[in-house]
């Protein structure tokens, strides 16, 4: 039985796990969230040592076909600079990550099959395999056999979240566009499984629904994918709404907002409930809350990100331009955008040397390289 159907039918829903989890995000007693935390730190410390994985997104395409209202690369946003970057972009992009350090690579692209075309992600991925040990894709859902055909490529990991486990919301918030098939998304972390990826990282965006039922939802599927996926690694991350293209006057729906306590609970309650998880805690937070935040049961942290195609180095923006109904459509003549428009705004502005730096001075080690084929070998 598949998690979708799972899902529909609840099966999970009364396990002995999903309830030690959910007294977990009830706890709100004195005391309560400081032993949580407690036993979330120790553990930790007991399967991952006194380590943080860094790595950094390499944005290669903010085109996109989905209209989703909480994006800023969403179709309908008429107003955004977008550029696809080509494979020699790329990889400047990529030689300047390499620079700074990273061996850890996150590839992320908006789902358009006219800019991102079938196999431009495998050959980004076989130019950049020779620098970079772990290559992670975080693209459109696709079928196993493109799934295998990217991890014969050389990428090992897929990242894929969920955005909203409400059915009835998720809905609301994806207008058109392949996206809208929340049942197809859902089921993306078996297909890639299937397809051979070893590790595999899953999530929501807080901050579209109510967080609870939310994350109670997200470990149900961690619980399913541990058990019927086991032979691959996963990570949890637990993103919250950040302004974006179009809305950067956005500020938090009170209805919906997983404030900083709250996030402190869900870290916690996953590291306990699930030892072995990787928990990712990206730039979309602010340094300060990062520094407290990173002991609690953070494996992998972003570092120096940039959300927009080309951010590192200015690559592409040659060929900046806007997307109107899928067509491309030139920019007016003299306008000279500085470079393609961001997804969102990240809150942690430090360099990596910044940040290694802190890890550092707390007794940590900053992990650039865990993994190398030559393991397989």
Known sequence: MS????????????SALMKKFRAFLDADAPGELEQLAQASHQLTRERFGATMRLFAPLYLSNECVNNCKYCGFSRDNHDIFRTTLTVEQVLKEAKYLHDRGFRNLLLVAGEHPKFVSDGYLQ??????????????????????????????????GLIVYQESYDKERYQELHTAGPKKKFDWRMECPERAYRGGFRRIGIGALFGLSEWKEEALNLARHLEYLNKSGWKAQYSVAFPRMRPYAGNYQYSPDAQYFLNDKNLVKLICAFRVCFPNVGIVLSTREPAALRDQLFKLGVTHMSAESATEPGGYTGAGNEDIHYTVKGKRVPLETGSKPCGATEQFKIDDERSVEEIAAFLESQGYDPVWKDWDEAILG
């Open 123 to 156: 050959d980004c991925i076989r130019a950049l395999k020779g620098m970079f040990p772990t290559i992670a894709v975080e693209v459109g859902p696709m079928e196993d056999h493109q799934y295998a055909e990217l991890v014969e490529a050389g990428a090992e």
């Open 3 to 14: 998690f979708v159907e799972r899902y529909y039918q609840g099966v999970d829903e009364d």
